[in-house]
């Protein structure tokens, strides 16, 4: 008789197998995560020498202006924004994700995140090709790409807009307006103090740079280092930053506000997120294995619409840091700026702000709430 194996035994190797292979996608999950959980701590740990040496040099952590409002009852603008003035109500903890919105843009109100006009050139085919992508995939509810980075109608409406238009004509925006509601031109999150600012955020058009009082209220002009004297004016500044003159270059470079960064510069390396590499005192910001280049795939742009009637669409680069899930850190430093908080959401990227009691949310609150702080990763300042 010839041999072979019965039923009963295929099943059981059969099993064996399946549950073998369970195992391994277990174990290969569980290392990615715990890769993950290290990468976000190490990232961390450079942030806070970078916000140790910035307190050492100016005496206070930076002191990032309110960009939106801390009040978790504030209800958020169409780009995400929590209101400062205006409509308010408790988040509807029956919608896990519309809540999320209004307690994350509460998170926010003090970004991590320094972001500022494109500059011209290459750029602009590059966004105008994602744009149309982007348009074409805010259709596709089903899409697996859509779900996972744009599931919700604020950012759907966004990406219906399209934002081809990256010239950015000044001439539909608002000078004068420094409400982060009204104009976002610029965000100065952390990321603009640890940074040679005017090195990093003065490469988009000369025309956003003296004009806008967002720039202005939130820069001082600095004099030339070598001469002591005023420099005069932001264009001719901006016109350094551009400038393919290395002395032009080592003037920007040499202003004090602007060489002191240089001290901690080196916990940056590779650790950022940007559109593109940045070479700041010998160091490159860009991390490569993080999705650092701008594409279809990961379009780390915002969108925004200008002010005074045009409904022209404008884009902002960004420069920042995140976690290992790639999603933002969080920063909390109350004036005077003598001490701070920054976390992690976790694998899950849900926290809840720090300042807000628990004590005062109901049971579907706190349950909802629980479960997105169980898996933070929380750093305090000494």
């Known amino acids: 008789m010839k041999k072979a194996f019965t039923l009963i035994e295929l099943l059981i190797v059969v099993a064996v ?17 715990s890769y993950r ?11 806070e020498n970078c916000l140790s040496g910035y307190n050492a040099a100016f005496g206070s952590y930076p002191p990032v202006k309110l960009h939106a409002s801390r009040n978790i009852n504030s209800r958020i603008d169409n780009y995400g924004h929590g209101m400062q003035t205006g409509e308010s109500g408790e988040p509807n903890w029956n919608d896990e994700g519309l809540a999320w919105d209004q307690v994350q843009a509460a998170c926010l109100a003090q970004p991590v995140a320094c972001r500022f006009p ?9 966004i105008r090709g994602i744009s149309t992508e982007m348009k074409r995939r805010a259709g596709q509810s089903g899409n697996e790409h859509y779900r996972k980075y744009w599931g919700n109608e604020r950012i759907k409406k966004k990406l219906e807009a399209g934002f081809e238009s990256v010239n950015m004509n000044a001439g539909g925006l608002d000078h ?8 976002q031109l610029f965000q100065f999150g952390v990321m603009s103090y ?9 490469n988009g058009n000369s025309q956003f740079y003296g004009n806008f009082r967002q720039w202005t209220v939130n820069n001082e002009m600095p004099s030339d280092p070598y001469t002591g004297r005023p420099i005069g004016e932001w264009a001719q500044l901006r016109n350094l930053v551009v400038s393919d003159n290395m002395s032009d270059l080592a003037k920007v470079a040499n202003i004090p506000s602007q060489s002191v960064c240089a001290r901690w510069m080196p916990n940056l390396a590779g650790a950022c997120r940007a559109n593109h ?3 700041l005192f010998g160091v490159s910001l860009r991390d490569d294995t993080q999705g650092g280049n701008l594409s279809v795939e990961n379009p780390w742009i915002e969108v925004f619409s200008a002010t005074g009637g045009n409904s022209q ?18 920063y909390y430093s109350p004036a005077p700026y003598q001490r701070y908080i920054l976390w992690s959401g976790g694998p899950n990227g849900k926290t809840f702000p720090p300042w807000v009691s628990r004590d005062s949310l109901g049971s579907k609150a706190k349950s909802t709430v629980g479960s997105w702080t169980h898996d933070d990763i929380v750093h305090m300042s000494n």
């Open 176 to 183: 004068d307006a420094v409400d982060w509601g009204n104009l």
């Open 37 to 47: 959980r290290t990468r976000t701590i190490t990232r961390m740990q450079k942030l």
């Open 194 to 202: 640890i940074l040679p600012r005017y090195l990093v955020m003065m």
């Open 313 to 330: 669409q404008y884009v902002l680069d960004e420069v920042t840091m995140v976690d290992g899930w790639l999603n933002p850190f969080y």
């Open 277 to 279: 590499n940045y070479k």
């Open 17 to 33: 197998l399946v549950t073998l292979m369970g195992l391994m996608f277990k174990l290969g999950a569980v290392g990615g995560d």
């Open 118 to 126: 494109f500059p011209d050139g290459p750029y602009n085919e590059l």
